[in-house]
């Protein structure tokens, strides 16, 4: 049971570029999401979703997209980077109304 | 707006004291509080949950206190240990029938446990 995985840990763009970040758990969760934490700032939502076929905007989506094809995977893409999504981007899965599942992390630098 | 804040960015105690760790909310329709804790290259970890329901919830050395009057809570460790040397966020579910698990995260206090 590897809980929810996430991959590449670490990644550097140039601005413009693109690249989809992955997310996949293997606990059965219907509700997945994706958070960036920025360094002295909590975590925020950019996008979640409830099942799969459904995704839905958090607090901060501009400039990422989501899709939700299966109950196990839920990518984060990132159509043209800019310096402000340099950031940790954390992805989760939880139960309904339960306590989240984080996956270890992936680290973005755009430059 | 920063619906979900703590003021103490870090936080420094000995070994076998009590740790307290504070968090406020503005949004009074927060209806379900958890503690997460974050190690340093590594996703965050469900520590302990309190429903508004109820004003303590205890889990070992870890207690969770709710004060709704307040919109305050705090996380007591007893006693702390160095490997509670983390970064410690509070966060919160909005009720009022939502049924997703949309959390709102407060900023993170670091708490340091000398040895």
Not at chain 2, 45 to 56: E, N, P, V
Not at chain 2, 86 to 105: D, N, P, Q, R
């Amino acid at each position: 049971n590897a809980g929810v995985t996430q991959t590449p840990k670490f990644r550097i763009l140039k601005i413009g570029q693109s690249m989809t970040l992955q997310c996949t758990q293997d606990m059965n969760h219907n509700y997945m999401y994706w958070y960036r934490q920025d360094p002295g700032m909590g975590l925020k939502l950019i996008y979640y979703s409830v099942g799969a076929g459904i995704t839905d905007k958090g607090e901060v989506p501009n400039g990422y997209n989501v899709s939700r094809s299966t109950t196990e995977d839920f990518p984060l893409r990132l159509e043209l980077a800019a310096p402000s999504q340099t950031s940790v981007y954390f992805c989760a899965s939880s139960p309904p109304r339960g306590g989240q599942y984080f996956g270890p992390g992936t680290r973005l630098t755009v430059t | 707006d920063q619906q979900v804040k703590q003021n103490s960015p870090s936080l420094s105690v000995q070994e076998g004291r009590i740790s307290i760790l504070n968090c406020d909310y503005t949004n009074s329709m927060f209806d379900y509080f958890l503690w997460y804790k974050k190690y340093p290259a590594e996703g965050p970890t469900f520590l302990i949950s309190i429903s508004s329901i109820k004003d303590k919830n205890e889990d070992g050395r870890f207690t969770v206190f709710l004060n709704k009057s307040a919109k305050h809570l705090s996380l007591h460790i007893v006693p702390s240990q160095p490997g509670d040397s983390a970064v410690y966020f509070c966060a919160a579910f909005e009720g009022g029938g939502t049924s997703y698990g949309k959390l709102t995260f407060g900023q993170g206090t670091i708490l340091t446990v000398h040895p």
